[in-house]
């Protein structure tokens, strides 16, 4: 989960170079700016919240069958 949130952090910050650079050679006003900004940022927030919950759903499931495995089965024998 780890390396997966530094190598996503990784790719945001090098798109956020090379798009930001790409858009402020042609964007005059900074509203436009703090808009690309906004929008970016939100969706890499969704992706990676996203992502968080879908890693503690596998963790869980994990652990459940790991209960279940480990849970004793009585056999009663009369």
Known sequence: ???FIQFTAKCFFIL???LGT???LF???FIYILAFLGVYV???ATCLVVAIIKENNRIN???IAE???NRVKYVIIN
């Open 1 to 3: 989960m780890c390396d």
């Open 16 to 18: 956020l170079i090379a």
């Open 22 to 24: 790409l858009f402020l």
């Open 27 to 29: 964007a005059v006003d």
């Open 42 to 44: 939100a969706i890499f």
């Open 61 to 63: 499931k994990l652990r």
């Open 67 to 69: 209960q279940d495995k």
